[in-house]
């Protein structure tokens, strides 16, 4: 995936966010409200860019925000909030 | 959640929250602006037309003779205004036509403020905010052509020479299409940018 949708990745975000603990994919993929190939191809971009850790330590696979994850959220906030402030007539 | 974390959450919720304020302060000066303009448009083009009109049916009237408008000055008045009030109306009502999407900005942002308000939201409400920030500076393009009409028919009248009055009214045109245009480009160009960058840094 090159361009991923910036939407799905504030959703992805914020589901994991508002959560606060890791979950499982299955619940993930529920909130998210995305096809299984979808979710999975920004599961595997959230991974690999180091936003969402793996927990495969317990019986489940567990996927939660990274700290960079998290740092990445807030900086979605605070570009949307900024942008929204910059804007002029 | 830790009491840091939980910190964390009413920092970004407040920050959102902030955003959907600034983005309702937004949303009713841009309706302010759109109505203030409408109305500004349908009256210069009823100026403008009511001058052209006066112009036009004189050209008329003294070429075909016609005792219709020398013989009655109160009905030729009454016709030229008519024609200038028709063409305000239209005017008004084609601009009218043409409305931002305002309702669709204002049910966005009372949704936002009736929950929680999330990142995605904030990104539909920045997107909705930008597009119709951008349909209002486009709506320059089309004062352009009425400055130039303005300036051709003062030209025009006043200086009494109607080459010297459409070359004027093409400059000026052209220079208020430019300005808008540049400035829709600009903004265009500087958020598409702005968003691209911030994709990549995540």
């Known amino acids: 995936m090159e361009k991923p949708d910036l939407y799905v990745l504030a959703r992805f975000l914020d589901t994991l966010y508002k959560n606060g603990q890791p979950m499982k994919k299955t619940n993930i993929q529920m909130r998210m409200g995305l096809n299984y190939s979808r979710f999975s191809e920004y599961l595997d971009w959230l991974l690999a860019h180091g936003l969402v850790f793996k927990d495969d330590t317990g019986d489940v696979e567990l996927y939660g925000l990274s700290p960079r994850g998290l740092d990445s959220y807030h900086r979605l906030v605070d570009w949307i909030r900024d942008t929204m402030h910059d804007m002029k007539i | ?202």
């Open chain 2, 1 to 202: 959640m830790s009491s840091d974390s939980e910190e964390a959450a009413q920092s970004a919720n407040a920050k959102l929250d902030g955003m959907v304020q600034d983005a309702e302060e937004l949303c009713a000066f841009m309706k302010r602006k759109h109505d203030g303009e409408t109305r500004a448009a349908a009256v210069s083009v009823g100026a403008v037309a009511w001058l052209a009109a006066l112009f036009g049916l004189g050209v008329i009237s003294s070429a075909v003779s016609s005792p219709i408008f020398f013989g009655d000055p109160a009905g030729f008045f009454v016709a030229v205004t008519a024609i200038a009030v028709a063409c305000a109306v239209s005017t008004y009502a084609l601009r009218r036509r043409r409305r931002l999407p305002f309702a669709e900005l204002n049910s966005l942002v009372n949704k936002m403020k009736e929950g929680k308000a999330s990142p995605e939201d904030g990104l539909r409400l920045v997107d909705s905010v930008h597009e119709a920030m951008l349909a209002l500076k486009k709506g320059k393009v089309d004062d352009a052509f009425w400055y130039g009409a303005v300036a051709f028919f003062l030209v025009g009248l006043f200086g009494k020479n109607v080459a010297v009055g459409l070359l004027t009214g093409v400059i000026v045109y052209l220079y208020f299409r430019h300005e808008a245009l540049g400035e829709y480009e600009n903004e265009s160009r500087r958020y598409e940018e702005s968003k691209r960058d911030f994709a990549q840094s995540l």
